[in-house]
């Protein structure tokens, strides 16, 4: 399965960005199937975002609830809807699924919010 994450960019601190993963195959197939988002940022260590299951079912990380939301658009699509963006959520975007045939990951998408 290959991951392709986009919609990184510049934006100011307060502002909103959508980012897009598209697989290269339906990952919301089986109930145990998911998909979701993790960012890593300079010197720390990747954090895992959130998550959205073939049920719908989400989790958030406590750093991005209430800002943040996941959603599935289709069986091979999920976005991040980011608002209030903050300096510190400047990071290396990466999605992933995870399938009782592996875990997979995307190459990643950078984004900056600017102070």
């Known amino acids: 399965v290959q991951l392709q994450a986009s919609g990184g960019g510049l934006v100011q601190a307060g502002g909103s960005l959508r980012l897009s993963c598209l697989a290269s195959?339906?990952?919301?197939?089986?109930?145990?199937?998911?998909m979701g988002w993790y960012r890593q940022a300079p010197g720390k260590e990747r954090e895992l975002l959130a998550s959205?299951?073939?049920?719908?079912?989400t989790n958030y990380a406590d750093s991005v609830k209430d800002r943040f939301t996941i959603s599935r658009v289709a069986k091979n699509t999920i976005y991040l809807h980011m608002n209030s963006l903050k300096p510190e959520d400047t990071a290396v975007y990466y999605c992933?699924?995870?399938?009782?045939?592996?875990?997979?990951w995307g190459q990643g998408t950078l984004v900056t919010v600017s102070s």
């Open positions: 959205i299951t073939t049920g719908g079912v």
């Open positions: 195959r339906d990952i919301f197939t089986f109930n145990s199937h998911s």
């Open positions: 992933y699924a995870d399938t009782l045939t592996g875990a997979f």
